[in-house]
């Protein structure tokens, strides 16, 4: 660690709140031989530790995207707790292999506190604060990504920017001022972040991409735990870290003992890619009403396969068991909710589709309709939904018509146009 960690030099401006009773607390649980370091997690030091990360990721991520994308966020903090697991444990058994002297004895508790103030220096005072910046610098990296796909159609390129260290190293200095499409598969292997302690940047333009052959010289690899884009894995930390890649024997049955006891769901997605660069993901074992899952896996299925667009499909109910509308935008950060209208008056099917959505506050409707009604009908549903305060919530409005004719509303212009 020490020597993976070396040119990651700290944030100053990045300062964080370590819980120290509960790291007492846990040297005398491992000194009294309260549980077993090798095949349990202590509780109290892992959330001193995930407090700490889940502080960094939600000060990054909230410093670009504010409110949005919570989601996502949710998701950035459930697989930091796998590494906080992990880390935890492995910091356990470094303090419990001080336990003994040389001769095989239990030493007296004032020495064994002695004896790992070095090991407790090093990854709370060092390598802690070195993980801190960079779940700072990886969740804003996120974000940013977030807003990069957001307005991609406009800014379709990213331009790598000089880092701001005062010592940059010059691994990255070759990528420097150029630019790559967004979805360039350059940056599924190359992005700022991933060496510890990168200060580089990115930001979206519109100016065409420069010419990006790099010879034969061999370019920068991400380096262990730096590795896949944090924006589209949702990992601040790769699983390539030596704290999961070099874990301690039994450790991977005490992260799953420990996340299962504390109900703490790292949820497992399928993910589905197109041509088009529109995504669909969903849970594995997606868990919704079986008549509606068929209908939102085709309709949500058509929108990313045929235009591009990027959808994570939800469970029914969430993690606190509250309902969930049927789908995540990932590229607007805003919920969706599928609406098919049975009923022959095509206002109704408009105004009843969009009051639906509201009353779960979705950001947005997706409307498929299976019969044509006139378009006059489809603006008075529009109009009698949106008027005055209705539907608030409401953002986007999506509507599939039956000949496969697709058409977006921005439900704030409608409001503004039908007063």
């Known amino acids: 660690m020490r020597e993976l960690y070396r040119n990651a030099a700290g944030n100053p401006e990045n300062t964080f709140t370590f819980d120290n009773e509960a790291l007492a607390a846990s040297l005398e649980r491992i000194y009294r031989q309260k549980f077993d370091p090798k095949k349990e997690i202590d509780e109290d030091l892992f959330n001193a530790i995930r407090e700490v990360l889940d502080d960094g990721i939600q000060r990054g991520f909230t410093s670009v995207a504010g409110d949005r994308y919570q989601d996502f966020l949710s998701t950035l903090k459930g697989n ?231 959808y994570k499909l939800l469970n029914v109910v969430n993690e606190h068991g509250r309902k969930n509308p049927d789908a995540y935008n990932l590229r607007t950060g805003r919920y969706s909710d599928m609406k098919s209208p049975q009923t022959d008056n095509g206002k109704n099917a408009i105004q009843a589709s969009i009051k639906s959505a509201a009353a779960q506050r979705v950001g947005e409707v997706y409307i498929v309709l299976e019969k044509e009604y006139p378009r006059r009908t489809i603006y008075e549903g529009l109009k009698a939904a949106l008027q005055g305060n209705r539907a608030r919530s409401v953002k986007d409005i999506i509507i599939r018509f039956p000949d496969g004719e697709l058409r977006r509303y921005d439900a704030d212009k409608l409001r503004a146009v039908i007063k």
């Open 80 to 310: 930091a707790s796998v590494f906080a697991a992990f880390k935890t444990h492995r910091m356990q058994n470094d303090v419990a292999g001080q336990l003994l002297d040389e001769n095989g004895e239990l030493k007296s508790f004032a020495q064994f506190k002695a004896d790992t103030a070095g090991v407790v220096g090093h990854h709370v005072d060092r390598w802690l604060k070195t993980e801190y910046d960079t779940a700072v610098i990886r969740a804003h990296h996120a974000a940013d990504w977030q807003q990069f796909e957001r307005e991609k159609d406009i800014l379709p390129n990213l331009r790598w920017n000089k880092s701001t260290s005062l010592e940059p190293r010059a691994s990255h200095r070759l990528f420097w001022g150029h630019i790559w499409p967004i979805d360039d598969p350059f940056w599924a292997q190359h992005r700022p972040g991933d060496e510890w302690g990168c200060k580089c940047s990115l930001s979206s333009t519109d100016e065409a991409p420069t010419d990006n052959t790099f010879g034969r010289q061999m370019l920068p690899k991400p380096l262990p735990g730096l590795g896949g884009n944090p924006g589209v894995t949702g990992k601040v930390f790769s699983d390539d870290h030596p704290y999961v890649k070099n874990a301690y024997k039994g450790a991977k049955q005490a992260v799953d003992d420990l996340l299962r006891r504390l109900n703490i769901a790292i949820e497992e997605v399928v993910e589905r890619k197109f041509k088009s660069g529109g995504v669909l993901q969903m849970p594995k074992g997606l868990q919704q009403n079986a008549v509606e899952q068929k209908s939102n896996i085709k309709g949500y299925t058509e929108l990313a396969k045929m235009h591009g667009e990027r």
